[in-house]
């Protein structure tokens, strides 16, 4: 049974049009990532909550944002999506923000931007 | 800075063969390495990881890894390639938490990409 589930597979949207995309988790963790991927590039850590603590990578845009409700849901909010911003968006995932806790991964939403 | 390096874009190995994916990192202390593997359309799922002790992984699918101080290398290894087993490989290097760095962030290479031949 998938513990880290992603909603839509795939995501169209226009150029400047806000997006969000979700993802829930039944593994009750209390830490979750956003992390953007490029084609053919490694995973990008945008931000993480945990619990209810956010925290913001230095180098990720303003135009990205993200709200945590409780503990089960994430959402990642694109505010103007530009051309830059089609990727996979990867949420993932770890019982403690700590290295040596496993990371748990959905299997992402492609985003598309037209 | 933290880095991975991961040499290889692309290897292709036939059925039953054997495999090797390098992996070279950059790090200030004793790191916290890992290996994910990535199958088309899917999340990252983790393979192994290192962090002390003894220097020879193994981890799951068949997959082993060794560290080797002296060559700052993590490599993967597999004795006998499945079908199964084509996927995108990243190493991963964990955060320098006696400086700060970010928990839980972990520092990719930018993967290497596996196909298997039948």
């Known amino acids: 049974d998938a513990m880290v589930i992603q909603n839509p597979r795939y995501q169209v949207t226009q150029f400047g049009k806000p997006v969000t995309l979700s993802c829930s988790q039944t593994l009750n963790h209390n830490v979750m990532y956003w992390y953007q991927q490029k084609s053919s590039q490694a995973p990008k850590l945008l931000f993480h909550y945990y619990d209810k603590d956010f925290n913001n990578e230095a180098d990720t845009p303003d135009n990205f944002q993200s709200r945590r409700p409780n503990t089960s849901f994430c959402f990642l909010d694109i505010r103007s999506p530009g051309l830059g911003d089609a990727a996979m968006y990867l949420c993932a995932t770890s019982r403690a923000r700590a290295p040596n806790e496993k990371l748990f991964f959905g299997s992402g939403t492609q985003l598309s931007v037209l | 800075a933290q880095s991975v390096t991961q040499p290889d874009i692309h290897i292709t190995v036939s059925e039953g063969a054997s495999l090797e994916l390098r992996c070279n990192y950059s790090?200030?202390?004793?790191?916290?390495l890992f290996w994910y593997v990535q199958s088309p359309g899917q999340g990252l799922q983790l393979l192994l990881k290192y962090f002390s002790g003894d220097t020879l992984v193994q981890g799951i699918k068949g997959f082993e890894a060794e560290f080797k101080r002296s060559q700052s290398s993590f490599n993967l290894r597999k004795p006998s390639v499945h079908w199964s087993d084509a996927a995108e490989y990243f190493c991963?290097?964990?955060?320098?938490?006696?400086?700060?760095?970010?928990?839980?962030?972990?520092?990719f290479g930018k993967g290497t990409k596996l196909s298997v031949k039948p």
């Open positions: 991963a290097v964990g955060p320098d938490m006696n400086y700060g760095g970010s928990q839980g962030n972990l520092i």
């Open positions: 790090y200030g202390a004793t790191p916290y």
